[in-house]
């Protein structure tokens, strides 16, 4: 069985909500992309998107478009990530999953990183941009099917009824919701319509739902709990670490992950 659903039943077995944290690979250099993932995995995450950096990020806000500048500026590719994800791969057990722009996937080989993504390790992708009416041309939910690769689909508040219900025929493991419009980035509240769009989706997933973009408190995490599984942590975290004094950095990452759970 895939790790994500291994990962998604002890979630429920535990009856908790989840936390998905982020890092951008490469940022600010693969070696500390490397004690990212540590630290977040010995803090109890869930599961971590390992970002792939892109020029034009453009669902991204600041921080986390900051990080992918500065990972490209390092001269980070698509098989430095590769790297990572095998190296990581190794060392934690909860799962990996690649997240990034179709472009991407697009310029390597749809089949080829779905084959690699899969030998290094990786157990699930995110690629917001690509529409399900592309895959009749680039068969990337083919590929990663075949590569046992959970392709994670992507909703927003802005999503129709009809684009619900197609995504809801295919969706495997979670739903990613975009818990408000705009761009990623730390909010002090949550959009107040956001427990009347889950109710919405839940008439037709019956999958665990993520919820992303502008999540960076327990309060927020307790809020979602009977509404969603999981809970999306991604510029909240790379805030705590850039905002740390000089080699304080994972420290502060870390008292903030744990803030999340009261984690021991």
Known sequence: MNKIN???????RENRVGIMAHIVCGYPNLSESEKFIQTMADCGVDFIELQIPFSDPVADGPTIMQ???TALDNGIRVKDCFGLMKKMSEKVDIPLIFMGYFNTVFNYGVEKFCKDAR????SGLIFPDIPLEEEN?????????END?????VLSPASTTERMKKNAKIAEGFLYFVGR???????NSLDKNLSANLKKIRKYFKIPIAVGFGISEKKHIQTLKGDAEIAVIGS??????????RGQEFKEAEKFLKSLKNLK
């Open 236 to 245: 909240a975290v790379l805030n705590a670490y850039n905002s740390a004094k």
């Open 137 to 145: 041309s680039e068969y990337f939910i083919k590929y990663a099917k």
């Open 67 to 69: 990080a992918n500048q």
């Open 149 to 153: 690769l959970i392709l994670i689909r």
């Open 6 to 12: 291994l990962q998604l039943e002890k979630i429920r």
């Open 119 to 122: 030998k290094a390790g990786c």
């Open 181 to 187: 419009k705009g761009i990623t980035g730390q909010k």
